[in-house]
T-cell receptor, first 115, second 110 residues
Framework: EAQVTQNPRYLITVTGKKLTVTCSQN?????MSWYRQDPGLGLRQIYY???????DKGDVPEGYKVSRKEKRNFPLILESPSPNQTSLYFCASSLFLASSTDTQYFGPGTRLTVL | GQQLNQSPQSMFIQEGEDVSMNCTSSSIFNTWLWYKQDPGEGPVLLIA?????ELTSNGRLTAQFGITRKDSFLNISASIPSDVGIYFCAGQYNTDKLIFGTGTRLQVFP
């Protein structure tokens, strides 16, 4: 089954404790992206990757890191989480973003609470 | 960062009613997309629009790409309880970025 998986689905942590949220897709997609969803703000892009070893900042990259060592995986790293990073996070992938026939597939989401 | 203005923020309607929502931007987009997010799930693509003036339907859903390329509209006819969720518009203006709207939360009462 074609899908985007994220782990963990729920995480409660404390300020400053490094964490990683994993994202994996089994569709051989080139493009992967991370978003955060906050009430009243919709989805805002954190980082995206057009291909292996190619990553770029989205609209809200501060406090986050990503890596793309393999095509299927795109982990999101919070080196020193802070309470303002409490949010619902989505990973997404698509074959390319430029294609007019492309569709972006979203993972199920990771709800992160930073105390 | 850039965001799209989506309205209304929320809607509470009775089953059977029609629904309209829209998205506006100060920038021109080449593609407009409409997504639905069910509770506890990630967004799922409903309709994609690629040309100014384009009108596209998907079942009871109809979306339009505004002539100015700065807005888009989504209509849902004869709403049913499973239409409940958050609807997001998204605009694409170059090959690597997709900008999302703030979402419209729809509640349908039987």
């Amino acid at each position: 089954e074609a899908q985007v998986t994220q782990n963990p689905r729920y995480l409660i942590t404390v300020t400053g404790k490094k964490l990683t949220v994993t994202c994996s897709q089994n569709m051989n997609h080139e493009y992967m992206s991370w978003y955060r969803q906050d009430p009243g703000l919709g989805l805002r892009q954190i980082y995206y990757s057009m291909n292996v070893e190619v990553t770029d900042k989205g609209d809200v990259p501060e406090g986050y890191k990503v890596s793309r060592k393999e095509k299927r995986n795109f982990p999101l790293i919070l080196e020193s989480p802070s309470p303002n990073q409490t949010s619902l996070y989505f990973c997404a992938s698509s074959l390319f973003l430029a294609s007019s026939t492309d569709t972006q597939y979203f993972g199920p989401g990771t709800r992160l609470t930073v105390l | 960062g850039q965001q799209l203005n989506q309205s209304p923020q929320s809607m509470f309607i009775q089953e059977g009613e029609d629904v309209s929502m829209n998205c506006t931007s100060s920038s021109i987009f080449n593609t407009w997309l409409w997504y639905k997010q069910d509770p506890g799930e990630g967004p799922v693509l409903l309709i994609a629009l690629y040309k100014a003036g384009e009108l596209t339907s998907n079942g009871r859903l109809t979306a339009q790409f505004g002539i100015t390329r700065k807005d888009s509209f989504l209509n849902i006819s004869a709403s049913i309880p499973s239409d409940v969720g958050i609807y997001f518009c998204a605009g694409q203006y170059n090959t690597d970025k997709l900008i999302f709207g703030t979402g419209t939360r729809l509640q349908v009462f039987p």
